[in-house]
């Protein structure tokens, strides 16, 4: 694992710990869950994308 896919894994964890503490809120704001779950997907693509490129290498 490459330094860069380590830190997107550590975003990853620590978006999904967001999202996580705001869904246990007595109001959850819409707007900033979509914002992080946006975000985390998109993560999580470029993982994806990095594994695949290692496995063709």
């Not at 896919?5 to 550590?10: D, E, F, V």
């Not at 007595?26 to 985390?40: A, C, E, S, V, Y």
């Amino acid at each position: 694992m490459t330094i860069f896919s380590y830190k997107l894994t550590q975003l990853h964890k620590r978006l999904d710990d967001q999202i996580r503490a705001e869904m246990k809120v007595r109001m959850p704001d819409t707007l900033r869950l979509l914002r992080l779950k946006r975000l985390r997907l998109s993560v999580k693509d470029q993982l994806h994308a990095r594994a695949l490129r290692q496995q063709v290498c």
